[in-house]
């Protein structure tokens, strides 16, 4: 697995390239002190893994995740426990508290690692569970989901379909290169939008919000 670390501090990337160093299949390629400087490196490079601080002058990582979490796995790092209910919002994989253990540090890769290996191996279906019953949706019948509290509702070309999941729980197990979190309460898929506007997208003729953070990274997608 290809990972980067970005942190302002660099004892904690020195701890970091440490712990990598005693993992087999973890290939930290490179480190930095800037999450600008991270960012432009993800660009260029194939990354699976993102090791991020997230309180950081500049472009933070909260920040940074937001903007390549649909395609790699991001594990926050940092010193305030407070900062890791945000990075859950970004449906982070996990997050580690400085001062950080080995055993922290394998157990936080490990669940990349299966994250990973059940995106790469999926078919083209989503397993949920509706009401008592498991139902497997075809990805291509998905036109977007909705969350409904600790619930979400999957609309598909036939009946939506009401599962207790979340949406972050739903977002690590939908293909990155075709859903994308359009707002805090929408995933859509991608090829199903039909037009993307200031404050809204629409897709299959309903319109739904566009959140001003997620907008500059839906174009950006959009228009590949």
């Known amino acids: 697995m ?3 670390a970005v942190d302002d501090e660099p004892i904690a990337l020195d701890v970091i390239t440490a712990h990598a160093k005693k993992i087999p299949g973890l ?4 480190t930095f002190l800037s999450a600008t400087e991270a960012l432009a490196y993800i660009k260029t490079d194939p990354v699976h893994l993102v090791f991020a601080d997230i309180d950081m002058p500049g472009l933070n990582g909260l920040e940074l995740a937001a903007l390549v979490r649909q ?7 940092t010193a305030y426990a407070q900062h890791a209910l945000k990075g859950f919002d970004l449906a982070a994989t996990d997050y580690l508290l400085k001062p950080i253990s080995f055993k922290r540090f394998l157990q936080a890769y490990r669940q990349a690692e299966t994250r990973l290996s059940v995106r790469d191996n999926s078919s083209h279906t989503l397993l949920v569970k509706d009401s008592t019953d498991l139902v497997r949706i075809d990805l291509d019948e998905i036109q977007y989901i909705k969350a409904e509290d600790n619930y979400a509702m999957i609309i598909t070309n036939g009946k939506p ?3 207790r999941t979340t949406l972050n729980e739903l977002q690590a197990e939908l293909p990155p290169d075709r859903f994308v979190r359009i707002h805090r309460s929408y995933i859509v898929e991608l090829p199903k939008i039909q037009k993307v506007e200031r404050h809204q997208v ?4 309903q319109p739904l919000p566009l959140s001003r953070a997620l907008r500059s990274d839906l174009l950006a997608r959009f228009t590949l």
């Open 2 to 4: 290809i990972a980067i």
């Open 27 to 30: 290939d930290l390629r490179a």
């Open 71 to 77: 395609s790699m796995q991001v594990i926050f790092v």
């Open 161 to 163: 379909i009401l599962t």
């Open 202 to 205: 629409t897709v299959g003729g």
